[in-house]
């Protein structure tokens, strides 16, 4: 019987496993990080632009996706999973905003 406890705790250090709960996101890191792409000079430049090209309700649709929220306010697991940086704003808000074509 030893073995077997033995042998099930080596597996789970050689796999990482922890027995504690971990939470999957820091998700203050991840909206400020968000929010200082939003409130950055690229961004807000950004924004002017597909404000002029989509109107400010489906600047505000993507703005709340960005942030990981539905239309509801609820907010939405299918956030992306790298680091928010400038470029990546600009491929989110072409691909919600202008579906993918004539992105500036």
């Known amino acids: 019987m030893r073995h ?6 080596l ?5 990482g496993g922890d027995l504690r709960r971990s939470p999957a996101a820091v998700p203050e890191s991840d909206a400020a990080a ?11 430049d950004l924004m002017k632009t597909y ?3 989509v109107g400010p309700d489906r600047l505000d649709f993507c703005l ?7 239309a509801s306010g609820d ?3 299918q956030r992306p999973v790298y680091k928010p940086d400038l470029d990546g704003f600009r ?3 072409c691909e919600c905003a202008a579906h993918g074509q004539n992105c500036p």
Do not use: H, K, N, P
């Not at 597996?11 to 796999?15: E, I, K, V």
């Open 34 to 44: 968000r929010q200082g792409v939003v409130i950055s000079t690229g961004g807000q």
């Open 64 to 70: 709340r996706g960005w942030f990981g929220e539905s």
């Open 11 to 15: 597996f789970l250090a050689a796999c």
């Open 91 to 93: 491929t989110f808000l």
């Open 4 to 9: 077997v406890i033995l042998g099930c705790l």
């Open 51 to 53: 404000a002029a090209l």
């Open 75 to 77: 907010s939405s697991s």
